[in-house]
């Protein structure tokens, strides 16, 4: 099987996609019905570098896929996540690389 290495309406609720320094996704707007968010953070420090509402789930992933990085797609769930960070099962895994979302008071958006 290959790896997954985009975000599809099918798959970016469950999921994130990740590298070496960043982690991208695709999000419903907390605040705006029907709008969506395209982020970008570095998952070391948690810090956004980029923040986005698109007001369609295609123009969001699109942002996303277009961004030229070698990314792998995470699930979520998968063991990680979810308060089992704590265990110490995923040392090395997605929790390594999690950090709690919010909205960004500040963020650029992305080009």
């Known amino acids: 099987m290959e790896p997954i290495t985009a975000l599809t309406p099918e798959n970016y609720a469950g999921g ?29 420090t948690g810090e956004y570098l980029g923040y986005q509402a698109f007001p369609s789930l295609e123009l969001a992933l699109r942002a996303i896929n277009q961004i030229p990085r ?26 390594a690389k999690s950090s709690t979302l919010s909205c960004p008071q500040s963020a650029p958006a992305l080009t």
């Open 16 to 44: 994130f996609l990740v590298d070496e320094d960043l982690m991208a996704g695709v999000a419903t707007h907390p605040e705006e019905n029907g709008q969506f968010i395209a982020f970008v953070l570095q998952h070391s």
């Open 70 to 95: 070698a990314w792998t797609f995470e699930k979520l769930g998968g063991g990680c996540g979810g308060g089992n960070c704590a265990t110490g099962g995923c040392a090395t895994g997605g929790c």
